[in-house]
């Protein structure tokens, strides 16, 4: 519970945090709400020589409507997220989401850039992002949500390279977020998202695998007009969740068809 | 006594505004002038010979003072950690245990070395500096497997891993299931818990060698014993030696026994020269204090077709870990109370203790009562389903009702009223209601169930005959000391020590009511050895009010008895005339010739005392009880098992008990949520696991062991009955395990009852959503 030793800077912009990650080398971090990276340096599970705390950043806070597009800066609070009401209008499913991360601490302090950047299996945003085709924007591309995540804790980003914002599609038909978890601030066992568009269902999975998942084969059978039921018989196809202390492969898969099916009886 | 005012009364807990506003002081809060860090070097192995530690590049470390290992401490430290006999005194093989392993490491976490630096991150640094060489040896993880001949040894020189294995026979069992008409057998586990106390241990100490004495800060819940055993173990006398247990975060027996770091930190500090301090890691905790349960049960129960029970025939698995735990075989009282509160024609139990590479069991909150508890009321619910008679039905039938009644095992339960708890309980949960409910939600299909738990313990420990025999020498009694002082107010202390009962309310309560003055003028004190009496028995098994509390009320009446006679001289007056009511003696038919005690004090400490007084008003009295106490209850869960997902939402929860006489209901109370929770919690979330293949820990940290919170816990509706203990002349039972020995089998009893319609009978700790989906899996094929 004592973390190693380590050098940190306070950037204000994203120039200066880019600059700042670039000096600090590939053992160089970001730290924004710390509320993932903090525990496993304290468990010395991530042991960086450098922290660059962009709280400061303040051009990276804010959440703007953009034509057909929602703009979300990195450094947005989930509770901001959650009580937002241009997201609550434009993108319910995420204010939905963002209400549910962890506990009022978490959320007070946790961004939205931190969860994509961390990337672990059990988040709740990479999900929506996935299944809603979203694009990640950072200090100098844009890479798109399904090639931003590449596996475990592993994205895209280059060691100096900073998540700046998240365009994710309008969507303000029926929706829904399950996650079912042990405890009410425990990360998600398994979490299924739903969302109506124009064009059909959207359908994504969390935890059923390294990455966030879109389950096509239940968007698919949603589309030739299965009901839910029969639909959601293919979430978990061609998937291969861990087996941990929490939950077994089988059990996971199961879930994901239970929660799959919930997430759409429940859509509203 | 004195007119009650204050017993019985909801007095806020005095010490709350100091701990709740942050104001409390930990071992972590105490420092010293100089103090330097301790950081413990510990086995990643579960077992492993020591080949070689090279400690260069930690002590090169800018700020490492020292790093010290086995044969640093061997030159301070002498002797092995204590194994008392409790509930197993025929132990076949007792490894000897050393603070720190010197050749071979046994479980994951037992310490190799230690760093002492001039801060904790430098020490934390140069552990990951200390490079061991080990030669991993074969672990053993499972009890049941180390009981196999071929099974891997625990210790490489043990015969085998066994530690005990003997057999209690209650009555003629051949005979009792001779005339079983039916009979139910079943496997029951209790799973290993970490008992997580807020505050994980910590320890200071300062030895001063110019004049050989030695301070210790730790956080303990028997400051006096730990002082017995490292005095004894450094070749200090006992007197010289203070031990301070201050404001303690929790205890739930994990901070009973003596630790490891509790010889290694005074050890340090003599080596050193200097204060040392050690504080625990959330993640050491859940590694290296004691665990709790670790038990596997079979369980054979024979009855009669009407319901009534004849005989119970057990064995228990106690996983014991890599060294029997100080008080671990006191777990094998589970075998002593597996009767419960019913007449059996005859019990045979029999306990075997198991080493295995684990850190040992010891105590945790309850330690073997709720074992028992929950193999007697899951058998009992066994043989009623069987016979397709209802949970009550068949309690009721096989009720304990004459008191005191004597158990299989020659125990006596001191008082009781069975009935009388379960019918409260059964009209407050509103239990015919909920049977027609889970009648109708399996008319829809949902899974419903309904149980039942009544349950006795014993506690209050206790009578110095089997306690003595039970530590080897030394009887758990309790010991208390009043001054009442010149000016008026009142210094108490107390042998037992507070880590969240609130001891300072409602000891105090008892002794401003005996007394006759405020509570404010009452200052309760605990947990240093430099005070107070000379020896003091800790809190543990319940026992503080029953035991404590009367040393503290025959204390008080001491106190009186000299008032009185010197208010008698005073007044000129006999004794046996005066009265003594609201705080002040007067003459029978003459109030105004009155003295205030107050006044009688003051008059104590001046001239003109009566013949053979001497000055002083003080006194200290040591409580031995003639015999433990038997709270009771009877507690009723329902629960709601999600069909698809199988997890478990509580409906309702009930309890009604009855711990005779209360000091302070709302303290009652709080015991109550407290220890229900805290067996909700082994019910449906909390495992400690071990990889079976690896011998390494997986549920290190509180993300992956599972201590719920209070959005997962239910809301207990309570009640009490009162039935006076005869044991002691306040009339009181133990409350502060109760919750934890009642609640896991109600909750438990209620998952059956409900996956019953699917065929399943029976289901283990924690019934987690993963492991009941798996049950339905298999009640399908």
Known sequence: MIPAAFEYSRA?????AVAQLGAAGPEGKVIAGGQSLLPLMRLRLSQPTYLVDVNGVRELDYIHPDGQFLRVGAMSRHVTLARSEVVRAQLPLLAEMASQVGDAQVRTRGTLGGVFAHADAAGDYPTLAVMLDATVVTDRRRIPAREFFQHLFTTALESDELVCEVVFPIARGPHRYLKFRRRLYDWAIVGAAVQQLDSGWRVGLTHMGPTPVRATGVEERLSAGAAPPEACAAAADGLEPPSDVRASAAYRRHLAQVLTRRALEQAA | MAVSQ?????????????????????????????????AVVRSPHPHARVLGIDASAATALPGVLAVFTAVDFHRILSGTMPVTPSFAPEKKYVPGRFPIADQEVCFQGEPVAVVVATDRYQAADAVDLVHVTYAPLPAVVDPEVALRPDSAKAHVDGPDNIGWDMTYDGGDIEAAFAKAEIRVTERILQQRLAPTAMETRGVMASYSPYDEQLTVWLSSQNPHFIRLFVSGAMGIPESRVRGVSPDVGGGFGS???PYPEDYLVPAASKLLGRPVRWIETRTESIMTTIHGRGQVFTAEAAALRDGTLLGLRLTQVLDLGAYHGTFGAFQACACLMAGGVYRWEAIQARTIGVLTNKVPTDPYRGAGRPEGTHLCERMVDRVAQELGMDPVEIRRKNFAREFPFMNNFGLTYDSGNYDGTLDRALELSDYQGWRRRQEEARGQGRLVGIGVSTWVEICGLGPSQPTAAATGGIALVEAAQIRFLPSGSVAAYVGTHAHGQGHDTTFSQIIADTLGVPLDAVDLRHGDTAEGPSFGYGTYGSRSLAVGGMALLTASNQIL?????????????????LEFTAGAFSVKGNPQASKTIQEVAFA????????????????????DPPNFVWPFGAHICVVEVDRETGAVEIQSYTAVDDCGNVINPMIVEGQLHGGIAQSVAQALFEEVVYDHESGQLVTATMLDYLVPTINEMPVPTLDRTVTPSPTNSLGVKGIGEAGTIAASAAVINAVCDALGPLGIHHVDMPASPDRIWQLMQEARR
């Open chain 1, 12 to 16: 204000t912009s994203v120039k200066q």
């Open chain 2, 6 to 38: 204050l017993i019985g009364a909801r007095v806020q807990r005095r010490e709350d505004p100091r701990l709740i506003t942050g104001h409390g002081r930990f071992i972590e809060d105490h420092t010293l002038p100089g103090l330097t860090h301790m």
């Open chain 2, 255 to 257: 901070k009973i026994s």
């Open chain 2, 561 to 577: 008895d000299k008032a009185r006679r010197l208010a008698a001289h005073l007044l000129e007056a006999a004794p046996d005339d």
């Open chain 2, 604 to 623: 104590a400490y001046g001239a003109g005392l009566p013949e053979g007084m001497e000055q002083g008003l003080e006194a200290v009295s040591h409580f």
